[in-house]
């Protein structure tokens, strides 16, 4: 059977439609379970909707619709941006899902039970937009919430609490035994230092609403909306309380913004260690990325962050590689339309696809449409099989630290590579001298064979032009399906080249202003 792998996003709140943030992080955790997926593993990717939380209410208002009819609305939204971005098979967790409700109550009988739940009375400070409790000495210059600087309100109403404070050493003996836990580095360091400044008890209830899941134990009180989240994964993974087979719990990978780590590295751990369930084996903390100031195409443009907006001038494999080669995950990043369209123009357009397309005209001139078979005695053919192993060998490694940027890096160098040949060489030049030939077919024999391994290689980034351009050179099957070693290995034509459109259109800026 092969060997699960489970990936996680956070569920999102659906009070706004998506935007280049939720994006981002949907489109990294798509790339890692394709990744993951050709290489073998059964793959489980969880997203979903944050739909208790207090601020569904207002805007639901608005509207004047209930919170869960407004969020009947909006999931599908999600759902149609996540096609759109071109997404994989996903389970997508509603939290007022039946099925969720279930998670969360028997999860909270459980840690309830082993006596790490007690009642009080909260009074503090509380950050709607962060759904955050702050206490006094937490808050920055006029009662402003330190995370996102926004107003907080005072609040005091009787709450249950989590013993959090009791699983203090245990975090720290798990972050000194498990150095991966957190990625990267700076956010491991900044929760390690917070965790040995002591931990206070968290209130896991509120008791001033009545949208969210009912405490069983006390039906005044519904759960914290953060409590409720987090088990999403759980939910996701195909856990079920009394029959506890056939899941994909623990997750291998939550991939997360930096916004969010706190609840992932240390409030969801500790209260799984009260249920003595394992915390997922990694936290991926990814940054943020900026509106850039100026650089802007136009102002129409400029501000252009819906994705879907932004698929139909660079298609989604133009914002998917965006993504995943202008910054290394786990920095932040600035993004502008101007970047978004540079990269996809110089990158695609002219490196990538400029290869392919002026590679497969030579190759209908010079011999019909078909890649010669190749013997080489001047040592290129050697040459160019060397660098593709190198190349495949540094994309993997990057790869598993989900460094996208060097990973992608490592792939050009290639297309470089392929791309100086071919100016050198002047093939159309060459095929004029007989006795050039044998040099000229092992050109481009060794040509395909790195076109094979560099549509293999970029497929989890932009699925479907790989897709299209591995057909039109000649070769069947579904990149989704073909193991991943007999993709990137050698070269066989199947069928007769196609010449097919360029794959990346050029796309004149002018025309955008
Ligand atoms: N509902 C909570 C998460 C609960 S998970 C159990 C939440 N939702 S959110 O809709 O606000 O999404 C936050 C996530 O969106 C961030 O952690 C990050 O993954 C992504 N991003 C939101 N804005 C972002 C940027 N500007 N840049 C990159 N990603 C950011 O918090």
């Known amino acids: 059977m092969a060997k699960k792998f489970y990936i996680t996003t956070p569920i999102y709140y659906v009070n706004a439609r998506p935007h280049i943030g939720t994006s981002y992080t949907t489109i990294i955790a798509d790339i890692i379970a394709r990744y993951k997926r050709q290489q073998g593993y059964d793959v489980r990717l969880t997203t979903g909707s944050d739909e208790h939380s207090q601020k569904m209410i207002a805007p639901a208002e608005k509207e004047g619709l209930t919170p869960l009819e407004f969020c009947d609305r909006m999931v599908p939204v999600f759902k149609e941006a996540w096609k759109g971005l071109n997404i994989s098979p996903y389970t997508f967790v509603r939290t007022s899902d039946q099925a969720h409700e279930e998670t969360v109550k028997s999860f909270f009988t459980r840690i309830f039970e082993r006596g790490d739940i007690y009642k009080g009375i909260y009074e503090g400070y509380y950050c709607l937009p962060c759904e955050t409790f702050w206490s006094e000495s937490q808050l920055k210059g006029e009662k402003l919430c330190p995370s996102c600087e926004r107003p907080t309100q005072l609040v005091k109403e009787d709450a249950y609490f989590f013993r959090l404070s009791k699983y203090q050493d245990r975090l720290l003996k798990h972050f000194e035994d498990n150095p991966q836990f957190v990625e990267p580095e700076t956010a491991r360091n900044e929760m390690l230092n917070r965790l040995k400044e002591g931990l206070r008890d968290l209130c896991i209830s509120r008791s001033s609403s009545q949208w969210g899941i009912r405490i069983?134990?006390?039906?005044?009180?519904?759960?914290?909306?953060?409590?409720?989240?987090?088990?999403?994964y759980l939910t996701g993974s195909g856990y079920k309380f009394g029959q506890e087979s056939d899941h994909y719990w623990p997750p291998d990978v939550n991939l997360i913004g930096r916004d969010i780590t706190w609840f992932h590295a240390i409030i969801f751990p500790a209260m799984l260690f009260s249920a003595d369930m394992e915390p997922a084996h990694q936290i991926f903390v990814h940054g943020f990325w900026n509106q850039g100031e100026g650089g802007k195409i136009s102002k129409s443009k400029g501000n252009v962050v819906d994705p879907l907006e932004l698929i139909k001038l660079v298609k989604n494999d133009g914002l998917r590689f965006f993504f995943?080669?202008?910054?290394?995950?786990?920095?932040?990043?600035?993004?502008?339309?101007?970047?978004?369209?540079?990269?996809?123009?110089?990158?695609?357009?002219n490196d990538l696809g400029n290869l392919f397309h002026r590679t497969q005209n030579l190759s209908h001139k010079l011999f019909g449409g078909k890649v010669p078979s190749a013997s080489d005695s001047t040592g290129l053919f050697e040459?160019?099989?060397?660098?593709?192993?190198?190349?495949?060998?540094?994309?993997?490694?990057?790869?598993?630290?989900?460094?996208?940027?060097?990973?992608?890096?490592?792939?050009?160098?290639?297309?470089?590579?392929?791309n100086r040949l071919i100016d050198e060489k002047r093939p159309w030049e060459l095929s004029q001298k007989p006795e050039r030939r044998e040099e000229i077919e092992a050109i481009f024999n060794a040509v395909y064979d790195s076109f094979k391994t560099i549509l293999a290689l970029l497929y989890p980034i932009i699925p479907s032009s790989a897709q299209m351009l591995w057909e039109n050179i000649g070769l069947k099957g579904s990149l989704e399906e073909i193991p991943y070693r007999q993709a990137i290995g050698d070269y066989v034509q199947e069928s007769q080249l196609r010449m097919g459109d360029p794959a990346f259109p050029r796309i004149d800026v002018k025309s955008l202003l």
């Open 324 to 349: 995943a080669r202008e910054i290394p995950l786990g920095v932040d990043g600035t993004y502008s339309i101007d970047a978004l369209v540079n990269r996809y123009n110089f990158d695609l357009a």
């Open 216 to 232: 069983p134990q006390d039906e005044n009180h519904i759960f914290y909306v953060w409590v409720d989240a987090l088990l999403a």
């Open 383 to 418: 040459e160019i099989r060397d660098l593709k192993a190198a190349v495949i060998k540094s994309v993997e490694e990057q790869n598993e630290r989900f460094n996208f940027s060097a990973s992608t890096n490592a792939v050009w160098g290639l297309v470089g590579y392929l």
